[in-house]
Each structure stands twice: as structure tokens, then as C-alpha cells.
């Protein structure tokens, strides 16, 4: 039987909610519920890459075996345009900052089925399909500091904690009445050929010659354009009988609305456009051609930034209801630069776990105002480092909308520039750094 009472529900399964519900178990809190509006395995993710500072997080709930053994190590990313690279993250030079000196690349949805394994030898459940469609206070005196929760089947849970782990479309967010907006009023800011991007999980004819042991992630730029590529873990392949690719590109302006599911052909026409020689199925430009043989799946995505108001939406005096909190996509976005929205999501329900504990102790023993600040304390620090996280995707889209726009003799010379720094080892960490999330708030 669905429970009709909790004191921390969880509003969405994906990597953040769980992060939260393991981070909370692991502080000892057994009363919460898990709900997820989608059966598991149904979210189609783009993200694949986690972080550092994410590994860090997760060994510290006892959730980081699984995803290690399932995913890939990447001591090196690198960037590069047309023909050679041009600057280079070496995460290998972080070994004196973390115990986990690299990135791990691995599809989000294989991400959250390790996740979810945890949860289940916890004896976390999860229960679907139960999607939200309001949220108020309870009515009965007695119940003053509860929510009720109802959904779409029209089953209701009480809950005195909320976590809003639904997306950016998330309904605890609206229900709660939090604005979720571009953090520097840019609603309408134009990514030029980065405004769309097309996706697709891919195999070619031949494998890619752009990778090494230690890079196994490809980054181009090209004209104001972006392609990147990087192979599935063997163990999360779609495919086992051969190696598959998950492929992004920007969609130049001159296209128009990319389709909802681009097709094989229209990927293809994107990488011979904007991608290294290494990829190109023409002849003229790559002697050993390469073409996309087969897709298992595509979609589009359309960049945007936005950033919950507040991660915290407290009791207010007077008025009945419980505590609403957000993490990750519902409490922001922003463009895919960099890897970061999967590690940051996952970090915000971590982190949440033992300031929601003491928020939790601090009540019981009466000290209501002290308690609240805690979650203020925190909320703060998550709305600073996701302001920062935005700044940091913009300014990374700001560097590749502007090198479509440059005079070719003068981009030539920036990219020689970038290519001689790139050459330190201290450019490779301090990039490495800034991606890793070790300087976290």
C-alpha cells in the first residue's frame, strides 16, 4: 500500500533525487518516500560525464563501486578545431586535490540504474508512476507543518519535507511558487549555432581515429560550431557487438529548427559540416571516409540557463504547510559546456543530506529559527555555485559563438596562442580544476 503519511518525500528518481534519498539514508533518516512520475529506464538522459568533486560525493554515501565498474575512467579531455588540438584538461595532474584524479564516463541512465541498486539494497523504494499535480497545505489543524501531496491517479501523501527532484519543469518548484529565470535577466540570449543542439547515440563504419588511452572525449570547434564525440563504456553500450559513440553538434542557424529525432543522414550532414577530418565521410577531406552506420537514438535540446530563486521555500508565519527544498534540473540549468549538470545535481541532493538531518534535531529540541537557517545556509551556497557553474557554460559558449564570428588570420593567431599556453602543465590542471567541481562553495 502507497503510504499516506512521510516526513521527507522526494519528488523525482532521477540521479539528484536518489543522491538526496541515499545522502538522507545515510544520515540515518528511514521516513521518506521516493516518487517518480516515469517507470525506470525511460529517461532517454544526454549526460554522461561525471565529475571529481561528484565521485568524492557519492564514495561518501558508499554509492561510487558500481558506477566505477560500469564506467570509463578519462584522465584527459581535450579541445580542438578542424585538423589539431588546441588546449587540453588533464585531470591526472589532481591527484594531490582528490582520490579520484579523473572523470568518469558513463550514459545517465546506466548512472541511475547503479543508483537505483544501491537504493534497493537499502531498502530505499522507489515508487512509479506517480506524477504530482498539487501540493497544499493540509487543512486539519493537528497537521499544520504538513504538505499534502496529490497526484495524477488521485492517491494523496502528507509529507513535512518536500524535495522538488522533478526537473526543469518541476511542478514542486511551481507549486511552490519559486521563480526559476536566467540568473542575468538573459532570457532571450542568442547562442548563434549553439542555440540548438542535435544528439544521437551512434555506430560508424570504422572506429574513429581522434582518440588515445587517457582522451576519450573529442571536442571540435568549427566556424562558430561544436561537435563532440565520445564512446559508450563497454559496459553501458547499447549495442555489445560494437563500439557505440554518443555524438552532440551544434545546429548552424542557416538549418532552422533541428527535428525532434534528427536522422541518420542529418547527423551525418552535421559532422561532415562541422567536425575533424577524422570523421568526415568525403573523400576529399578524410582519405579513410567514415560514416554513421547505424543510430540507436536522437534527440534535440535547446540551450537555456535558468536558476531557482531560492532552493528553500520556508514555513512562513502563519500559514500552514511543511518545507519545500530543490535539487538539481529543478533548481537549475544550463547550456551542456563542460559536463557539469549531472555532477552539480548530483552534489545538491548530497549535500543535502545532513543539513536536512540537524534541520530535522534542531526542531526537536525547539530551536524552529536556528533550523531554518540551516537550510538558508545551504540553499545560499547551491544557488552561488550554480550561478557559477552558468557564468562558467557561458563563458565557454561566449568563446565558441565568437570564434565563428573572427577574421580568419586573427583566429588563427588566438588558437596559436591558446596552443602555447595549453602547452603547461599548469593550464592542463587549471582547466582540469574548474571542470572537476573541487572548487566548490
Given at each position: 500500500?502507497?503510504?499516506?503519511q512521510?516526513?521527507?518525500?522526494?519528488?523525482?528518481?532521477?540521479?539528484?533525487?536518489?543522491?538526496?534519498?541515499?545522502?538522507?539514508?545515510?544520515?540515518?533518516?528511514?521516513?521518506?518516500?521516493?516518487?517518480?512520475?516515469?517507470l525506470?529506464?525511460?529517461?532517454?538522459?544526454?549526460?554522461?560525464?561525471?565529475?571529481?568533486?561528484?565521485?568524492?560525493?557519492?564514495?561518501?554515501?558508499?554509492?561510487?563501486?558500481?558506477?566505477?565498474?560500469?564506467?570509463?575512467?578519462?584522465?584527459?579531455?581535450?579541445?580542438?578545431?578542424?585538423?589539431?588540438?588546441?588546449?587540453?584538461?588533464?585531470?591526472?595532474?589532481?591527484?594531490?586535490?582528490?582520490?579520484?584524479?579523473?572523470?568518469?564516463?558513463l550514459?545517465?541512465?546506466?548512472?541511475?540504474?547503479?543508483?537505483?541498486?544501491?537504493?534497493?539494497?537499502?531498502?530505499?523504494?522507489?515508487?512509479?508512476?506517480?506524477?504530482?499535480?498539487?501540493?497544499?497545505?493540509?487543512?486539519?489543524?493537528?497537521?499544520?507543518?504538513?504538505?499534502?501531496?496529490?497526484?495524477?491517479?488521485?492517491?494523496f501523501?502528507?509529507?513535512?519535507?518536500?524535495?522538488?527532484?522533478?526537473?526543469?519543469h518541476?511542478?514542486v518548484?511551481e507549486?511552490?511558487?519559486?521563480?526559476?529565470?536566467?540568473?542575468?535577466?538573459?532570457?532571450?540570449?542568442?547562442?548563434?549555432?549553439?542555440?540548438?543542439?542535435?544528439?544521437a547515440?551512434?555506430?560508424?563504419?570504422?572506429?574513429?581515429?581522434?582518440?588515445?588511452?587517457?582522451?576519450?572525449?573529442?571536442?571540435?570547434?568549427?566556424?562558430?560550431?561544436?561537435?563532440?564525440?565520445?564512446?559508450?563504456?563497454?559496459?553501458?553500450?547499447?549495442?555489445?557487438?560494437?563500439?557505440?559513440?554518443?555524438?552532440?553538434s551544434?545546429?548552424?542557424?542557416?538549418?532552422?529548427?533541428?527535428?525532434?529525432?534528427p536522422?541518420?543522414?542529418?547527423?551525418?550532414?552535421?559532422?561532415?559540416?562541422?567536425?575533424?577530418a577524422?570523421?568526415?565521410s568525403?573523400?576529399?577531406?578524410?582519405?579513410?571516409p567514415?560514416?554513421?552506420?547505424?543510430?540507436?537514438?536522437?534527440?534535440?535540446?535547446?540551450?537555456?540557463?535558468?536558476?531557482?530563486?531560492?532552493?528553500?521555500?520556508?514555513?512562513?508565519?502563519?500559514?500552514?504547510?511543511?518545507?519545500?527544498?530543490?535539487?538539481?534540473?529543478?533548481?537549475?540549468?544550463?547550456?551542456?559546456?563542460?559536463?557539469?549538470?549531472?555532477?552539480?545535481?548530483?552534489?545538491?541532493?548530497?549535500?543535502?543530506?545532513?543539513?536536512?538531518?540537524?534541520?530535522?534535531?534542531?526542531?526537536?529540541d525547539?530551536?524552529?529559527?536556528?533550523?531554518?537557517?540551516?537550510?538558508?545556509?545551504?540553499?545560499?551556497?547551491r544557488?552561488?555555485?550554480?550561478?557559477?557553474?552558468?557564468?562558467?557554460?557561458?563563458?565557454a559558449?561566449g568563446?565558441?559563438?565568437?570564434?565563428?564570428k573572427?577574421?580568419?588570420?586573427?583566429?588563427?593567431?588566438?588558437?596559436?596562442?591558446?596552443?602555447?599556453?595549453?602547452?603547461?602543465?599548469?593550464m592542463?590542471?587549471?582547466?582540469?580544476?574548474k571542470?572537476?567541481?573541487?572548487?566548490?562553495?
Amino acid at each position: 500500500m502507497f503510504p499516506q503519511q512521510t516526513t521527507v518525500l522526494i519528488v523525482g528518481a532521477g540521479p539528484s533525487g536518489m543522491a538526496a534519498a541515499l545522502s538522507l539514508h545515510h544520515q540515518g533518516i528511514r521516513d521518506l518516500v521516493v516518487v517518480d512520475a516515469i517507470l525506470a529506464g525511460q529517461n532517454f538522459s544526454r549526460a554522461m560525464v561525471i565529475q571529481a568533486a561528484t565521485l568524492e560525493a557519492l564514495n561518501s554515501v558508499d554509492c561510487l563501486d558500481g558506477i566505477l565498474s560500469a564506467g570509463v575512467k578519462v584522465e584527459a579531455v581535450g579541445l580542438r578545431d578542424t585538423s589539431s588540438d588546441i588546449l587540453s584538461a588533464d585531470f591526472s595532474l589532481l591527484a594531490g586535490h582528490t582520490k579520484f584524479p579523473f572523470a568518469v564516463i558513463l550514459p545517465q541512465v546506466k548512472t541511475e540504474a547503479k543508483m537505483l541498486e544501491k537504493m534497493e539494497e537499502e531498502g530505499i523504494k522507489v515508487w512509479r508512476p506517480y506524477k504530482v499535480v498539487s501540493m497544499k497545505p493540509s487543512l486539519r489543524a493537528e497537521e499544520e507543518d504538513l504538505f499534502e501531496v496529490q497526484f495524477e491517479s488521485g492517491e494523496f501523501i502528507k509529507a513535512k519535507y518536500v524535495i522538488g527532484a522533478d526537473g526543469a519543469h518541476s511542478v514542486v518548484r511551481e507549486q511552490a511558487g519559486i521563480s526559476f529565470n536566467d540568473p542575468d535577466g538573459d532570457e532571450k540570449h542568442d547562442y548563434g549555432n549553439l542555440s540548438q543542439m542535435a544528439i544521437a547515440d551512434v555506430a560508424f563504419t570504422s572506429e574513429p581515429q581522434i582518440f588515445t588511452s587517457e582522451r576519450k572525449v573529442s571536442q571540435t570547434l568549427s566556424s562558430g560550431n561544436m561537435v563532440l564525440v565520445s564512446p559508450f563504456p563497454p559496459t553501458a553500450s547499447p549495442d555489445p557487438t560494437r563500439t557505440v559513440y554518443r555524438l552532440v553538434s551544434s545546429v548552424p542557424v542557416d538549418l532552422g529548427t533541428a527535428p525532434h529525432e534528427p536522422s541518420i543522414e542529418y547527423m551525418q550532414r552535421l559532422v561532415d559540416r562541422n567536425g575533424p577530418a577524422q570523421l568526415s565521410s568525403d573523400p576529399a577531406r578524410n582519405p579513410n571516409p567514415v560514416r554513421i552506420e547505424k543510430m540507436y537514438w536522437s534527440t534535440r535540446y535547446r540551450t537555456r540557463s535558468a536558476v531557482a530563486e531560492s532552493y528553500f521555500a520556508p514555513r512562513k508565519p502563519g500559514v500552514s504547510g511543511g518545507f519545500v527544498l530543490l535539487v538539481g534540473d529543478a533548481a537549475h540549468i544550463h547550456s551542456p559546456m563542460g559536463g557539469q549538470g549531472l555532477s552539480l545535481g548530483i552534489r545538491d541532493g548530497i549535500s543535502l543530506g545532513p543539513v536536512l538531518k540537524a534541520h530535522i534535531d534542531r526542531r526537536a529540541d525547539g530551536s524552529d529559527a536556528a533550523a531554518d537557517n540551516l537550510f538558508e545556509e545551504w540553499a545560499t551556497v547551491r544557488h552561488k555555485r550554480a550561478v557559477s557553474v552558468v557564468a562558467m557554460t557561458k563563458k565557454a559558449m561566449g568563446v565558441f559563438v565568437a570564434q565563428g564570428k573572427m577574421w580568419p588570420p586573427m583566429l588563427r593567431f588566438v588558437f596559436a596562442v591558446m596552443r602555447f599556453l595549453g602547452g603547461f602543465k599548469f593550464m592542463k590542471r587549471n582547466v582540469a580544476y574548474k571542470l572537476s567541481g573541487l572548487g566548490e562553495i
